[in-house]
């Protein structure tokens, strides 16, 4: 994002794309959640809920049903009991008027009527009803659970596919910004430059290629020999060009540093190429190329050839004296020194 924009590239495509793989990522770890931990009670897949809810509705129809059931049965119990107690009743002034001797009789009609009262008391009935009742709410609660978790699941498998959606469209984006923007041929332009100011036998290239979590930025030089130094030299040109750009674009920031082990294993002969270039680049943008470099590497350059490199060099001055210190060191001369 940082280079697209120095570049004057559309960076805000790389900061879009970093932002949903950020989104991605963080659904594919909801999604590992729901798989490995606790979550899948909350976040299970569509697939898997649809046959349980499926299960539970039908659960919930057949124990209505039986509710409807049970009020008919409730309906037709009530007149057996109805047609009972009317038989009792009757029995029962049957056995009063022959009370007086009848009383044998009248006891065993008394235990008869105690047992038939018991049996049809309605205990049974009213407890089974009790009992589908409370299986119904029970499977009604199941049901609806499993209907949120259902809206929840898709919910979930939506925003994957938003996802994907949106990254396509990112895609085709990036595919024109990395093909149609003339920031883009001036850089590559510049790398150019660079390549054959420091090689005499070598070309590269710079590649800005398109991927799912952004424009990824390649510079190569061809050739064999040393590679270590040619990487170096890599980070060289690329660095001088992103200075030039820049500093055409936005004026700044109007110094390249570049310290010493950059230039580690880098034949002196392409040192001292760079750092000529370096300095060319830096006055031609009114701005500054500094480069830390140990005093015996400087010396393997060749400097007298070259009296540019020779005056360029600061003169390196300690202001440190008897009341201060040296690298964070503090150094007491002996009495009388």
């Not at 992103?242 to 920031?253: A, C, E, H």
């Not at 830096?282 to 400097?303: C, H, I, P, T, W």
């Amino acid at each position: 994002m940082a280079l697209s924009y120095l570049l004057g590239l559309d960076w805000r495509i790389p900061r879009e794309m970093r932002e949903l793989k950020e989104r991605a990522t963080s659904l594919k770890k909801l999604k590992k959640a729901v798989t490995a931990e606790d979550l899948g009670a909350i976040f299970p897949t569509s697939a898997s809920l649809r046959p349980e809810i499926a299960r539970a509705e039908e659960r919930v129809d057949r124990l209505s049903r039986q509710i409807r059931r049970f009020d008919e049965v409730e309906r037709f119990q009530a007149s057996v009991l109805e047609n009972r107690r009317r038989y009792l009743k009757e029995q029962i002034d049957h056995a009063e008027a022959e009370l007086s001797s009848l009383e044998t009789r009248l006891a065993d009609a008394g235990a008869r009527r105690s047992e038939l009262l018991k049996t049809l008391s309605g205990k049974g009935a009213f407890e089974d009803l009790l009992r589908l009742n409370e299986r119904w709410s029970e499977e009604s609660s199941r049901l609806e659970a499993l209907r949120e978790k259902l809206k929840n699941a898709n919910l979930l498998e939506d925003r994957q596919a938003d996802i994907k959606r949106e990254n396509a469209e990112l895609e085709q984006r990036l595919g024109r910004y990395a093909a149609n923007e003339e920031n883009i041929k001036a850089a590559t332009a510049l790398v150019d430059h660079a390549i054959s100011e420091l090689y005499d036998d070598r070309q590269g290239n710079l590649l800005i290629e398109p991927h799912e979590d952004g424009p990824h930025f390649k510079l190569s030089i061809g050739g064999g020999g040393n590679q270590g130094g040619i990487d170096q030299m890599k980070v060289f040109c690329f660095d001088l060009m992103l200075f030039q750009r820049t500093s055409d674009r936005l004026g700044g920031p109007g110094f390249l540093i570049h310290d010493s082990h950059l230039f580690d294993g880098v034949d002196p002969r392409q040192t001292r190429r760079a750092l000529l270039l370096g300095c060319e680049a830096a006055l031609a943008k009114r701005g500054q190329y500094l480069v830390l470099m140990n005093s015996d590497n400087f010396e393997k350059l060749n400097v007298p050839a070259d009296r540019r490199l020779a005056n360029a060099v600061l003169t390196t001055r300690l202001t440190d004296d008897e009341y201060g210190g040296l690298f964070g060191f503090r150094f007491d001369l002996p009495r009388g020194a």
